[in-house]
């Protein structure tokens, strides 16, 4: 049974860096089959996807426009778990956050961490 | 990219059988079949319940069913129970390995 367990601070301030962490179990981060994103939601904005990683014989690493230049989504073959981190967030960042699985199943995502809130505010 | 579009809301009556839309451009399902649907209900994360436009995860019931057609992909849900009553989103592959989203459809069941 595949899980993905978040875990990161739900406050930040502003202009600093949040950081989210999602471990996975039952299944590889390094699977040459799946890829590992992470999606937001909040009442603005609704559901948006920001990016995922993804190994094919090497990593791949895929982002969202809205958020390019800030995020960086990064594996941990070690640990298992893959990790978020967005720069320079505003009050605009803030959302719940979740991690999911793609399977392979064409960007569908099939698992879902719990999420995690995070507010922007100082 | 921009939002697929959902109508905010769609409501029926338990039985019967309510479809949702979600349009998009060229760009979003024109060539592509990764057309997904989620359902979520209040306080819980979305459940996927339909992928590459038409198949059900192992588990899903199959009161739930779906389609494309050029820009507008539906989701339809016969015999509409009370359990029904959520958030559904639809979400599509886009250019460049991108994911675009629906905004959204709060479907109440009457």
């Known amino acids: 049974q595949v899980q993905l367990q978040q875990s990161g601070p739900g406050l930040v301030k502003p202009s600093q860096t949040l950081s989210l962490t999602c471990a996975i179990s039952g299944d590889s981060v390094s699977s040459n089959s799946g890829a590992w994103n992470w999606i937001r939601q909040s009442p603005s904005r609704g559901l948006e996807w920001l990016g995922r990683t993804l190994h094919r014989s090497e990593w791949y690493n895929e982002y969202a426009i809205s958020v390019k230049g800030r995020i960086t989504i990064s594996p941990d073959t070690s640990k298992n778990q893959f990790s978020l981190q967005l720069n320079s967030v505003t009050p605009e960042d803030t959302a719940v956050y979740y991690c999911?699985?793609?399977?392979?199943?064409?960007?569908?995502?099939?698992?879902w961490g719990q999420g995690t809130l995070v507010t922007v505010s100082s | 990219q921009s939002a697929l579009t959902q109508p905010a809301s769609v409501s029926g009556s338990p039985g019967q059988s309510i479809t949702i839309s979600c349009t998009g451009t060229?760009?979003?399902?024109?060539?592509?079949?990764?057309v997904s649907w989620y359902q979520q209900h209040p306080g819980e994360g979305p459940k996927l319940i339909i992928y590459g436009v038409t198949n059900r995860p192992s588990g899903v019931s199959s009161r739930f069913s779906a389609s494309k057609s050029g820009s507008t992909a539906s989701l339809t849900i016969s015999g509409l129970q009370p359990e029904d009553e959520a958030d559904y989103y639809c979400?599509?592959?886009?250019?460049?390995?991108?994911?675009?989203f629906g905004g959204g459809t709060k479907v109440t069941v009457l």
């Open positions: 060229s760009s979003d399902f024109g060539n592509y079949n990764y």
């Open positions: 999911g699985r793609d399977p392979g199943l064409g960007m569908a995502f099939d698992i």
């Open positions: 979400s599509s592959y886009a250019t460049s390995n991108t994911l675009v």
